[in-house]
């Protein structure tokens, strides 16, 4: 017999084994056939050809082909069909018939014989008559589950046709045995009952009865006997289980379930649990329902596996976590499954678990943080709450038993292929961005929701959504990008604060915290750095939009998309409300942003011909389906918004997109004949009115004005909104009527400047000087006597209980019109001053006395202190969500904390009377006392002292506010420096007034240039506001350094009276240091003083903080120190300084000193550190500058206070990187230029108080050991206390060390250095007789330093080293000695040097 070849056989055993088998002449067991190529024309097939003629099997040849293939030459390169195609040349009338005959020239190598398949051994069967037209559609039902007999997967097809075949069997066995009786063919053919098929066990299952493997079933070994292999397999598996312990086998299990994937170990752990049996009749229903046993056993072995999953919920949840459930069984499933279903002939309980009832929220009794869950309307669902699952909160998400959504949820829902699942998604993240926003979450969520839903890529996702091309969910995620961005009660604050004094004008709502410029930039040369532009163009769009999210936005295309869903898509009125809402907050955004609105093609456009028509069909409900053609408040106020940001942009939209039309439209028609809802057309009305006063704020529209004076000054005439009897209907007609005056306000303004543009035209040839506006003085001066008689009629309404509201709300308006009159009246040539003194003392006795005096008028006054943003700083406070990227003025806090920002707010009304009772007393200073009642009230004097010590914090929320209660303030300081040389009870406030002058000064914001100015130039300085120099605190100041036995200088007091006498030069020197900011002032004067046609732009700058920094007084000091002594290194002498140096730090000092002496609190901003490191500029300016006699006065007297107050030298002082480094610079300086001056020693002292960082000591003792010699100060001259140096003991090591080594070495003599000599000596000696526990490294030196000292040769540094007692500055020596060593002191140097001599003075 032939062996069979094996793998270890060579191939010359291989051939040898062919041999033989050849030799045999055996029939082999695999016949190989090679078929033939028809591309190559192979003709392999030749043999079977023969064998398929010996079949005799009909054979159908095609006509004029041969009957063999012909021999085909080899096949060119494949190359592409279609690419040969295209670039064959084809002609038009070239028939495709012979194109085919011509390429398919190979047919034969297809069609060559066609072979009939022998059926002679199948039985035909003709087919059954039926008395249906067409056969029986299959059904399931009809099926029978014959397939379950096979372990094996049988499609339904397969199994009809086996069940076919099993009764053609049946038919023809009884066909066959007609002689049988009819009993045993019912037998033969039926001789199992049905339910075998549902109990018959395959190999497998008996393998699992006796105990076979569970998983393994050995089909895949390809062996006759698999199932015995596969059960020797199990019984070694289970006699290795048996030899090993219970530990071991624990081991292994773990290392299995760290190798194998969770996943598996599931899958494994499911098949046990389907396939452990529990008896032969319950076999079916152990697959479908796992036993009990085996589930809890599951559970038993996770929890044995990962113990610490839930220990930290088992710790603190006492007894609320949900028990394991069993798995879904059929009984329990709503809808019981039928056999006929397709594939659910088994049961999949992993499958079915959400099929069950949702279990209760667990009750977290923990203080652990959960995932915030919201609703569809954006409400916060608390973890706990149980909510039924109709109301469509309940999902498979990873928490399916809580409802509600959480953000990472909504995140993927918004990625949804259904429409309605976007849509949705989007709509619930508008409503929980609108909650955000007025600060809902605020005292329920960790965290900032817009923060972080911004850091999730929240402006991305509405970005995309808004391409989406689903109405639905465009509409959806505009109404988001409209909750994210715009703030509805800002606006209204906004809009609420138009009349106010230079109310029009808004800081840009730019980001504060901007990214520090690439450090990449500093050795590059200036012409090849980029601009900011170009920087902001490489950026990608997600770092624009971390910064600042209207920029991202703006680089995403956004306005673009913005348009075409207005111009093409044309959406319902609340899309089209939104969309202008954004445009608006974009608007506010910058300057560029809104040039780039102006810019996008088509987009304003499109939104005044659709929005803004000139005519229009009127709506015929009151809410119109479509917005389209019919005019909106909200696209005139984007006009408004738009022209404030810039003289040029308020020109393009009069000019080029028709604003000038739009406005006579819409001002000169009555808002009834509009052909609107009322509401609407009172809004159309007052912003179109908003819309001109921002264009005459710019001198331009004045045509306009002349064209429509007879409409504008019916208007005025009629403007009596009191008397109305619609309560919902008069808070819009209050603000046409303030907007109306608003508007005559600048037109007034601005035919004040014609005569002064006249002159400068004329002087300046037209050259930088803009032209006359075509208003004069002359077009103005019929509003005044109506404007007054309104004013009048309002003033009389606040006795009227139902129109005081009213009245207080309109006479700022007329109060500001009659101040803008009068201020620009004295300026005209047509001006009459007894008429205008009469005009004057009748508006003060008739308007003025009995506003003032008004009960209303007090209620307003006493409520400023409360409601004050300066005096109150909880107010600006971001108790709510605020966003780096997205600043917002946070008005939704500001309204429910107080009514500074509302239509009762206390400012405006204060701030009108008092510019106009300045700006009267300007003119007629007679009628100046008759206004101190008003400033002497109780509720003006507290709120002025609450003004003093408090340093309001600065952002866009609290910065709006600020700048008009910093118009307050200024105006009420400005009547109080007019009445107080004249009023005695006034004057006696006048530190309180000086005192809060010098705190509004270093609180005025950008475009508050021109208060700063005028603060300096006529308040700050002034001697009427300084009573202390009148009242002999100069010489009381003298009086009291009498007790000083010796004067090196002269006292604080003759410093203090030279000071008072040099005001004004003092005064000349700071603005002489100010006038870099020239341009902003001559800016913020304009705006101030109403000079419209040299004014810009309504924006003000960026609000970067303060105008003036907090240590101003120190200006000329730091601004001499950044010219010389930082470029050149503090060498130049006093006569190489720029012209008048001297003069500029003295002045600076005397200032200081006025300030430290009488008005502390002024400098108590600015740190004690910070006051070191900038009065040391004195010392780095210059090389001799300190030692000018003035200087040297004025800086010892400084000096001297400074040392009375804590210094915190480890924290760097503003501007500085650390104190440290400028301590090194003044060494230097010192050891340079010092000459051993003891004011410059002083200085080099102070740092070295044991108090502070061991450091500074270390760089004078180690690296500037040449200071020690020029060190001269002397213990009498020393203004701080020996103590602070000697006390606590130092515990530096190597400092101790370096005091040893220059003392042992002569670099620190008594002579040269007095108070650092003591200051050394106290240390070792503490140091050397310490006994206190230490390491032991630090022992051995104490022994080492002692037995150094005890052998010196110096007896006098010997004696003071070993025999110092206590620091006494009083002495020569400055401390006390022993005249013997104390016993304990002995004993520990005999202990070391080990002998008994006692020690004594040598």
């Known amino acids: 017999m032939l062996r069979r070849p094996t793998s270890a056989d060579s191939e010359a055993d291989l051939l040898q084994q062919q041999r033989e088998f050849l030799a045999t002449g055996g029939r082999p067991t695999v016949t190989v056939v090679k078929r033939p190529d028809k591309r190559r024309?192979?003709?392999?097939?030749?043999?079977?050809?023969?064998?398929?003629?010996?079949?005799?099997?009909?054979?159908?040849?095609?006509?004029?082909?041969?009957?063999?293939?012909?021999?085909?030459?080899?096949?060119?390169?494949?190359?592409?069909?279609?690419?040969?195609?295209?670039?064959?040349?084809?002609?038009?009338?070239?028939?495709?018939?012979?194109?085919?005959?011509?390429?398919?020239?190979?047919?034969?190598?297809?069609?060559?014989?066609?072979?009939?398949?022998?059926?002679?051994?199948?039985?035909?069967?003709?087919?059954?008559?039926?008395?249906?037209?067409?056969?029986?559609?299959?059904?399931?039902?009809?099926?029978?589950?014959?397939?379950?007999?096979?372990?094996?997967?049988?499609?339904?097809?397969?199994?009809?046709?086996?069940?076919?075949?099993?009764?053609?069997?049946?038919?023809?066995?009884?066909?066959?045995?007609?002689?049988?009786?009819?009993?045993?063919?019912?037998?033969?053919?039926?001789?199992?009952?049905?339910?075998?098929?549902?109990?018959?066990?395959?190999?497998?299952?008996?393998?699992?009865?006796?105990?076979?493997?569970?998983?393994?079933?050995?089909?895949?070994?390809?062996?006759?006997?698999?199932?015995?292999?596969?059960?020797?397999?199990?019984?070694?598996?289970?006699?290795?289980?048996?030899?090993?312990?219970?530990?071991?086998?624990?081991?292994?299990?773990?290392?299995?379930?760290?190798?194998?994937?969770?996943?598996?170990?599931?899958?494994?752990?499911?098949?046990?649990?389907?396939?452990?049996?529990?008896?032969?009749?319950?076999?079916?229903?152990?697959?479908?329902?796992?036993?009990?046993?085996?589930?809890?056993?599951?559970?038993?072995?996770?929890?044995?596996?990962?113990?610490?999953?839930?220990?930290?919920?088992?710790?603190?949840?006492?007894?609320?976590?949900?028990?394991?459930?069993?798995?879904?069984?059929?009984?329990?499933?709503?809808?019981?499954?039928?056999?006929?279903?397709?594939?659910?002939?088994?049961?999949?309980?992993?499958?079915?678990?959400?099929?069950?009832?949702?279990?209760?929220?667990?009750?977290?009794?923990?203080?652990?943080?959960?995932?915030?869950?919201?609703?569809?309307?954006?409400?916060?669902?608390?973890?706990?709450?149980?909510?039924?699952?109709?109301?469509?909160?309940?999902?498979?998400?990873?928490?399916?038993?809580?409802?509600?959504?959480?953000?990472?949820?909504?995140?993927?829902?918004?990625?949804?292929?259904?429409?309605?699942?976007?849509?949705?998604?989007?709509?619930?993240?508008?409503?929980?961005?609108?909650?955000?926003?007025?600060?809902?979450?605020?005292?329920?969520?960790?965290?900032?929701?817009?923060?972080?839903?911004?850091?999730?890529?929240?402006?991305?996702?509405?970005?995309?959504?808004?391409?989406?091309?689903?109405?639905?969910?465009?509409?959806?995620?505009?109404?988001a990008l409209r909750a994210l961005l715009v703030s509805s009660d800002d606006e209204e604050c906004l809009d609420n604060a138009f009349s106010w004094m230079l109310g029009m004008a808004t800081f840009p709502l730019l980001p504060t915290a901007q990214e520090d410029e690439d450090e990449d930039d500093e050795n590059i040369d200036e012409s090849m750095k980029l601009s900011a532009k170009e920087k902001e163009e490489m950026k990608a769009d997600h770092d624009v939009a971390r910064q600042d999210v209207i920029k991202g936005f703006l680089k995403m295309q956004g306005l673009p998309r913005l348009r075409y869903i207005l111009e093409v898509v044309r959406p319902p009125p609340r899309v089209v409300l939104d969309i202008l809402e954004i445009l608006i907050r974009i608007a506010r955004h910058s300057t560029a942003a809104a040039a780039q609105i102006l810019d996008c093609p088509r987009l304003m456009g499109t939104v005044i011909s659709e929005f803004l028509p000139v005519s229009w069909t009127p709506p015929t409900s009151q809410a119109p389906s479509s917005l389209y053609g019919l005019p909106v408040a909200l696209a005139m106020k984007l006009l408004r918004v738009l022209a404030s940001a810039g003289r040029h942009a308020c020109a393009r939209i009069l000019n080029s997109l028709g604003g000038k039309e739009l406005l006579s439209r819409f001002v000169v028609e009555e808002p009834s004949e509009m052909l609107l809802e009322p509401g609407e057309a009172l809004r159309c009305s007052t912003e179109a009115l908003k819309m001109f006063a921002v264009a005459a704020g710019y001198g331009q529209a004045c045509n306009l004005y002349l064209e429509l004076y007879p409409v504008l000054v019916r208007r005025l005439q009629a403007a009596n909104p009191t008397c109305s009897s619609s309560e919902v209907v008069i808070p819009l007609e209050l603000d046409r009527v303030r907007a109306l005056v608003v508007l005559l306000t600048r037109v007034t303004h601005t035919a004040g400047c014609c005569e002064e543009l006249q002159r400068g035209l004329v002087s300046s040839q037209g050259t930088d000087c803009p032209p006359p506006p075509p208003v004069s003085w002359s077009h103005v001066t019929g509003l005044q006597p109506t404007v007054l008689g309104l004013l009048k009629g309002c003033v009389r309404a606040l006795s009227i209980p139902g129109q005081m509201s009213s009245a207080l709300i309109l006479i700022p308006s007329y109060l500001l019109y009659m101040e803008a009159y009068y201020s620009q009246l004295s300026e005209q040539s047509s001006f009459q001053p007894v008429q205008c003194l009469q005009e004057l003392e009748s508006l003060t006795s008739e308007v003025l006395m009995p506003l003032i005096t008004h009960h209303a008028m007090q209620n307003m006054t006493s409520n400023i202190r409360s409601n004050s943003m300066i005096c109150n700083p909880g107010l600006s406070a971001a108790g709510w969500e605020v966003v780096p990227s997205l600043p917002g003025l946070c008005c939704s806090k500001l309204k429910t904390t107080s009514n500074l920002a509302g239509p009762n707010s206390p400012l405006p009304l204060p701030i009108a009377l008092l510019h106009l009772l300045n700006t009267i007393t300007s003119i007629h200073k007679g009628l100046t006392k008759k206004f101190g009642s008003f400033l002497l009230s109780d509720s003006v004097l507290s709120y002025l002292r609450s003004c003093i010590g408090v340093t309001p914090s600065v952002s866009p929320m609290s910065a709006w506010i600020l700048r008009h209660e910093h118009h307050l303030l200024y105006f009420l300081l400005r009547l109080a420096h007019k009445l107080v040389p004249v009023d005695p009870e006034v004057a006696k406030h006048a530190s309180l007034f000086h005192q809060v002058s010098l705190a509004l000064l270093s609180w005025l914001l950008p475009g508050s240039e021109h208060l700063a100015h005028e603060l300096i130039s006529i308040m700050i300085f002034s001697h009427n506001l300084l009573p202390e120099g009148s009242r002999g605190e100069p010489e009381l100041a003298a009086l009291a350094e009498l007790q000083l036995k010796e004067k090196a200088s002269p006292g604080v007091g003759v410093l203090l009276r030279d000071a008072l006498l040099h005001l004004p030069s003092i005064r000349g020197c700071y603005l002489t240091h100010l006038a870099h900011m020239e341009p902003a002032v001559l800016t913020s004067r304009d705006r101030y003083l109403g000079r419209t046609p040299w004014l810009t732009s309504h924006l003000l700058p960026e609000l970067t903080g303060p105008s003036l920094p907090s240590d101003w007084p120190f200006l000329p000091l730091i601004s001499l120190y950044e010219r010389m002594g930082w470029s050149a290194g503090g060498g130049q002498q006093v006569e190489s300084l720029p012209a008048g140096s001297v003069e500029s730090v003295t002045h600076c000092l005397q200032w200081l000193l006025v300030l430290e002496s009488w008005r502390g609190q002024a400098l108590s901003v600015v740190p004690p550190v910070a006051k070191l490191a900038r009065l040391a500029c004195v010392f780095l300016c210059s090389s001799d500058l300190f030692l000018e006699k003035p200087v040297q006065e004025l800086t010892w007297a400084l000096f001297r206070g400074l040392t009375l107050e804590v210094l915190d030298l480890n924290s760097p002082p503003p501007g500085l990187a650390s104190f440290h480094d400028l301590y090194s610079a003044l060494l230097a300086q010192y050891e340079a230029v010092s000459f051993g001056d003891p004011l410059f020693g002083c200085f080099m002292l102070l740092p070295l108080q044991r108090r502070y960082s061991v450091t500074m000591r270390l760089a004078v003792f180690g690296e500037h050991v040449g200071v020690l010699r020029s060190l001269g100060v002397s213990l009498q001259k020393l203004p701080i206390p020996l103590e602070k140096f000697t006390s606590p003991m130092e515990d530096s090591l190597p400092l101790l060390k370096l005091y040893f080594r220059v003392l042992v070495t002569g670099a620190l003599k008594r002579n040269w250095c007095p108070v650092l000599y003591v200051v050394a000596v106290a240390h070792l000696n503490a140091f050397i007789f310490s006994q206190d526990p230490v390491a032991e490294e630090v022992e051995a030196t104490r022994r080492s330093l002692l037995r150094k000292t005890h052998y010196l040769t110096d007896e006098v540094l010997r004696n003071h080293l070993l025999f110092f007692h206590l620091p006494q500055q009083e002495t020569e020596l400055g401390f006390s000695t022993y005249e013997e060593l104390p016993p304990i002191r002995a004993r520990r140097l005999e202990s070391i040097l080990g002998t008994g001599e006692k020690m004594e003075k040598r």
């Open 41 to 479: 024309g192979d003709t392999a097939g030749a043999d079977v050809g023969h064998e398929e003629q010996d079949n005799q099997r009909d054979v159908v040849t095609i006509e004029d082909l041969p009957d063999q293939i012909p021999t085909l030459t080899p096949a060119p390169p494949k190359k592409s069909r279609f690419k040969q195609e295209k670039n064959r040349v084809r002609f038009e009338d070239e028939d495709p018939e012979e194109r085919l005959d011509r390429h398919d020239t190979h047919i034969t190598a297809v069609l060559s014989r066609i072979i009939e398949r022998d059926t002679s051994a199948i039985p035909v069967s003709l087919p059954s008559f039926t008395s249906t037209a067409f056969p029986k559609v299959l059904h399931r039902s009809v099926v029978k589950s014959e397939g379950q007999e096979s372990r094996g997967r049988k499609s339904i097809f397969a199994r009809q046709i086996a069940s076919q075949r099993t009764n053609k069997d049946v038919t023809q066995c009884s066909s066959g045995c007609e002689t049988r009786d009819q009993s045993c063919k019912a037998t033969n053919v039926f001789s199992q009952p049905p339910e075998s098929m549902h109990t018959e066990k395959s190999t497998s299952d008996v393998m699992d009865a006796v105990g076979g493997p569970l998983l393994v079933s050995g089909q895949g070994l390809g062996i006759a006997n698999s199932a015995m292999e596969t059960t020797k397999i199990h019984q070694e598996n289970q006699a290795k289980l048996q030899a090993m312990s219970q530990s071991e086998i624990l081991e292994e299990q773990m290392k299995l379930l760290a190798q194998l994937d969770s996943r598996l170990v599931d899958f494994v752990r499911s098949r046990k649990a389907q396939k452990t049996p529990s008896g032969p009749a319950q076999l079916e229903v152990s697959v479908n329902k796992p036993s009990s046993s085996s589930t809890a056993l599951d559970y038993t072995t996770q929890d044995e596996e990962f113990p610490g999953v839930a220990m930290e919920d088992d710790q603190e949840e006492d007894g609320n976590q949900p028990e394991v459930q069993p798995p879904v069984i059929e009984d329990e499933l709503p809808i019981k499954p039928q056999k006929d279903w397709l594939h659910m002939d088994k049961l999949e309980p992993e499958k079915l678990e959400w099929t069950r009832d949702l279990p209760p929220p667990k009750k977290q009794s923990t203080k652990k943080a959960m995932q915030a869950r919201f609703d569809f309307a954006g409400t916060l669902i608390p973890p706990n709450k149980d909510l039924p699952t109709h109301l469509g909160l309940h999902h498979h998400g990873e928490e399916p038993e809580l409802a509600g959504y959480s953000l990472q949820e909504l995140f993927i829902l918004s990625r949804s292929q259904l429409n309605q699942q976007r849509s949705l998604a989007v709509s619930t993240l508008a409503n929980i961005l609108s909650k955000a926003r007025v600060g809902e979450y605020t005292a329920f969520l960790k965290g900032s929701v817009l923060s972080s839903l911004l850091d999730a890529g929240l402006l991305f996702l509405l970005r995309f959504s808004l391409d989406d091309g689903v109405e639905g969910v465009m509409s959806a995620a505009v109404h």
